[in-house]
């Protein structure tokens, strides 16, 4: 049986929820370039949050920037600094960045013992300072001031996207590019500046991502759903398991990162309880631990001193692990505090025996070990007492102090059609992090998102399952066959009927071997039983035993054209294709033999296509699920 878990980088949804702007190599949007001076501390926002963009900027406000974009970044601190001009007392707020852009020759002051910080500094005067924060001397100039700067600055793409023109002060906007460019400009040596700061530059643009986790601190753990920020929370951004959020949604032991110069918090309530069953390597360093059947990587120094032999937990335990952005184990919950619900579909269930100890004696109990497809698309393993289930049946797991209880649910159902952009269902809305599972009756389940669901159509029967949130939207929906994703799709190769008659043509011994292909691999199957299929997709049923017991042909159509996610029949029609679609490759040597491959591999205009869709009237339904290529 198929079981398909879709998982997504974290990190790059991160990333896109910040509007990262895609633009052409060498052209570079502003949206861009003020994300990454932003990200890199140069420009930030007031108490507010408000970037102030039309603003002028002084001579000490631009020292600091340029402090924000150099080697020194990290070496001004928060002491006293130093008087060396008149109007720069010790305890002026830039005295520090002031002294050292006197000290490393970026800026001057001026004949009359003044540096004039709160003077709008003008474009000429940020070019010869920025020129020379690249290594650039007098011998490199030619001419006299300003014409030469502002020449060798915009030879040198400084001046690139900036407004201002000689004489103009410069507005936090201009600066935006001026700094941008600035990171991708070449410096003295021929060496791309930003890159000397350890950022990688690439076809003209620094990359945003690297820049953001660079600077991202954490993780951390709110003990009572409050957070510890160095930046005030007021205009702050948050983001909760990846959508926009509030800091009123942080609830206790959240796992949390936070970006400073952005003013960004990111917050993860994600979650995994249920028994501890092992840690690797060993207990003494333990780098993975397996928790209800699934294993994470360890992600910090206190989750592996909590789940080593010096920790407090050990195999058996009941245990809550707190996961972190790339679900890894930031912090381990006692049973104490380890208190969690699962609503899923069962995958298998099987009762074996397991010591457990008392008080007075060691006894021997019957345990069940059931695999539960919990909505969230994770298989997890849950041991108790009680009886089995059978594949397929739901199911909702209780884990508290005393112990893990699974029970049968009765089906809740519900009809209606999704909306055309999948947010929401009949008169319901769904959750931002809605769970949807699709089931079958063989424990087969796929993970499915919104999108994959937009513009259905469901009756009653196929939603097996629904839970709301406290703003009465849906947070877990269960289905069953509605995608067809959960079903088993092979293409059969060969047909042998091997079957014995007797007199009068009986049947007296049926003996049929059927020979198919699936993810590649070839299988032969010795079947006591005749199926009305022949060569060509077919979708295989099960038993309770998990034994092959029905084979039904799929619908084919001769393909003319390939897109990422559609095709165009012969008959003009437009099917969409399965992500997971299987291309074979047929030898023309034989008529048997086929070869796994990817449509990037198969040129169309050399090959024959044929796509086998599935028809079985599944509401979500129609994929091409199976290309075989046969060579022209």
């Given at each position: 049986?198929?079981?398909?878990?879709?998982?997504?980088?974290?990190?790059?949804?991160?990333?896109?929820?910040?509007?990262?702007?895609?633009?052409?190599?060498?052209?570079?949007?502003?949206?861009?370039?003020?994300?990454?001076?932003?990200?890199?501390?140069?420009?930030?926002?007031?108490?507010?949050?408000?970037?102030?963009?039309?603003?002028?900027?002084?001579?000490?406000?631009?020292?600091?920037?340029?402090?924000?974009?150099?080697?020194?970044?990290?070496?001004?601190?928060?002491?006293?600094?130093?008087?060396?001009?008149?109007?720069?007392?010790?305890?002026?707020?830039?005295?520090?960045?002031?002294?050292?852009?006197?000290?490393?020759?970026?800026?001057?002051?001026?004949?009359?013992?003044?540096?004039?910080?709160?003077?709008?500094?003008?474009?000429?005067?940020?070019?010869?300072?920025?020129?020379?924060?690249?290594?650039?001397?007098?011998?490199?100039?030619?001419?006299?001031?300003?014409?030469?700067?502002?020449?060798?600055?915009?030879?040198?793409?400084?001046?690139?996207?900036?407004?201002?023109?000689?004489?103009?002060?410069?507005?936090?906007?201009?600066?935006?590019?001026?700094?941008?460019?600035?990171?991708?400009?070449?410096?003295?040596?021929?060496?791309?500046?930003?890159?000397?700061?350890?950022?990688?530059?690439?076809?003209?643009?620094?990359?945003?991502?690297?820049?953001?986790?660079?600077?991202?601190?954490?993780?951390?753990?709110?003990?009572?759903?409050?957070?510890?920020?160095?930046?005030?929370?007021?205009?702050?951004?948050?983001?909760?398991?990846?959508?926009?959020?509030?800091?009123?949604?942080?609830?206790?032991?959240?796992?949390?990162?936070?970006?400073?110069?952005?003013?960004?918090?990111?917050?993860?309530?994600?979650?995994?309880?249920?028994?501890?069953?092992?840690?690797?390597?060993?207990?003494?360093?333990?780098?993975?631990?397996?928790?209800?059947?699934?294993?994470?990587?360890?992600?910090?120094?206190?989750?592996?001193?909590?789940?080593?032999?010096?920790?407090?937990?050990?195999?058996?335990?009941?245990?809550?692990?707190?996961?972190?952005?790339?679900?890894?184990?930031?912090?381990?919950?006692?049973?104490?505090?380890?208190?969690?619900?699962?609503?899923?579909?069962?995958?298998?269930?099987?009762?074996?025996?397991?010591?457990?100890?008392?008080?007075?004696?060691?006894?021997?109990?019957?345990?069940?070990?059931?695999?539960?497809?919990?909505?969230?698309?994770?298989?997890?393993?849950?041991?108790?007492?009680?009886?089995?289930?059978?594949?397929?049946?739901?199911?909702?797991?209780?884990?508290?102090?005393?112990?893990?209880?699974?029970?049968?649910?009765?089906?809740?159902?519900?009809?209606?059609?999704?909306?055309?952009?999948?947010?929401?269902?009949?008169?319901?809305?769904?959750?931002?992090?809605?769970?949807?599972?699709?089931?079958?009756?063989?424990?087969?389940?796929?993970?499915?998102?919104?999108?994959?669901?937009?513009?259905?159509?469901?009756?009653?029967?196929?939603?097996?399952?629904?839970?709301?949130?406290?703003?009465?939207?849906?947070?877990?929906?269960?289905?069953?066959?509605?995608?067809?994703?959960?079903?088993?799709?092979?293409?059969?190769?060969?047909?042998?009927?091997?079957?014995t008659t007797g007199t009068?043509?009986?049947?007296?011994?049926?003996?049929?071997?059927?020979?198919?292909?699936?993810?590649?691999?070839?299988?032969?199957?010795?079947?006591?039983?005749?199926?009305?299929?022949?060569?060509?997709?077919?979708?295989?049923?099960?038993?309770?035993?998990g034994e092959i017991d029905?084979?039904?042909?799929?619908?084919?159509?001769?393909?003319?054209?390939?897109?990422?996610?559609?095709?165009?029949?012969?008959?003009?029609?437009?099917?969409?294709?399965?992500?997971?679609?299987?291309?074979?490759?047929?030898?023309?040597?034989?008529?048997?033999?086929?070869?796994?491959?990817?449509?990037?591999?198969?040129?169309?205009?050399?090959?024959?296509l044929v796509g086998w869709?599935?028809?079985?009237?599944?509401?979500?339904?129609?994929?091409?699920?199976?290309?075989?290529?046969?060579?022209?």
């Amino acid at each position: 049986m198929k079981f398909r878990h879709r998982l997504s980088a974290v990190f790059l949804s991160l990333c896109m929820a910040l509007s990262l702007t895609a633009v052409p190599a060498g052209a570079v949007s502003e949206s861009t370039a003020l994300e990454a001076v932003q990200a890199l501390g140069i420009i930030s926002g007031d108490d507010s949050g408000n970037l102030n963009l039309s603003s002028p900027v002084t001579r000490a406000e631009f020292v600091t920037m340029m402090t924000a974009a150099s080697s020194y970044r990290d070496s001004i601190g928060d002491g006293s600094g130093v008087s060396l001009f008149k109007d720069v007392k010790s305890d002026h707020w830039a005295s520090e960045y002031i002294k050292l852009a006197v000290e490393q020759g970026w800026m001057t002051g001026y004949v009359d013992g003044t540096f004039r910080p709160d003077s709008q500094i003008t474009l000429e005067e940020a070019c010869a300072a920025l020129l020379k924060l690249l290594g650039y001397d007098s011998a490199d100039l030619a001419g006299s001031y300003p014409s030469a700067q502002l020449s060798k600055a915009s030879s040198a793409g400084l001046r690139d996207d900036v407004d201002a023109v000689q004489g103009e002060t410069l507005t936090r906007q201009d600066c935006v590019m001026l700094f941008y460019n600035l990171l991708v400009s070449e410096n003295s040596s021929g060496t791309i500046y930003g890159t000397t700061l350890g950022y990688t530059v690439t076809n003209g643009e620094v990359d945003y991502s690297a820049l953001v986790t660079a600077d991202t601190k954490g993780p951390y753990v709110t003990e009572d759903g409050s957070l510890s920020l160095p930046f005030s929370a007021d205009g702050a951004t948050v983001y909760r398991n990846g959508s926009l959020s509030s800091l009123s949604e942080v609830t206790a032991y959240d796992v949390y990162y936070y970006n400073a110069n952005l003013r960004t918090v990111w917050v993860y309530h994600n979650r995994a309880t249920g028994t501890l069953t092992s840690v690797s390597p060993s207990t003494a360093a333990p780098t993975s631990a397996t928790v209800a059947g699934v294993s994470y990587e360890i992600g910090t120094s206190q989750a592996t001193y909590q789940l080593s032999s010096q920790g407090s937990f050990s195999e058996g335990d009941i245990v809550t692990l707190l996961l972190g952005m790339n679900g890894e184990i930031v912090q381990v919950l006692g049973a104490e505090e380890s208190e969690s619900v699962y609503y899923g579909s069962v995958v298998s269930s099987s009762k074996s025996a397991s010591s457990s100890s008392t008080t007075s004696s060691s006894t021997v109990s019957p345990q069940v070990a059931t695999q539960v497809a919990c909505t969230d698309g994770t298989t997890r393993t849950f041991y108790h007492s009680g009886t089995t289930f059978d594949p397929g049946r739901l199911v909702t797991v209780t884990i508290t102090q005393s112990g893990t209880t699974v029970r049968s649910m009765s089906e809740r159902n519900l009809e209606g059609e999704f909306s055309s952009d999948g947010t929401s269902l009949g008169e319901y809305t769904l959750a931002d992090d809605v769970q949807i599972l699709d089931t079958d009756e063989y424990g087969g389940y796929a993970r499915v998102y919104p999108a994959r669901l937009a513009g259905t159509e469901l009756e009653d029967d196929d939603v097996r399952y629904y839970t709301l949130d406290a703003n009465g939207n849906i947070d877990r929906l269960i289905l069953y066959q509605v995608t067809g994703d959960t079903r088993d799709y092979v293409y059969l190769s060969g047909v042998e009927d091997n079957s014995t008659t007797g007199t009068g043509s009986s049947i007296t011994n049926i003996s049929v071997v059927y020979t198919y292909v699936q993810d590649g691999q070839a299988t032969t199957l010795n079947s006591g039983r005749k199926y009305s299929v022949q060569t060509g997709g077919v979708v295989l049923g099960y038993d309770d035993g998990g034994e092959i017991d029905a084979m039904k042909q799929m619908e084919s159509v001769v393909l003319d054209s390939v897109s990422t996610l559609s095709v165009i029949g012969e008959d003009g029609q437009e099917y969409r294709m399965d992500e997971n679609v299987q291309v074979l490759l047929r030898d023309s040597a034989t008529s048997r033999t086929y070869y796994q491959t990817t449509l990037s591999e198969i040129d169309t205009n050399d090959y024959d296509l044929v796509g086998w869709y599935d028809d079985l009237g599944y509401a979500a339904g129609g994929y091409i699920r199976i290309i075989v290529a046969t060579q022209k």
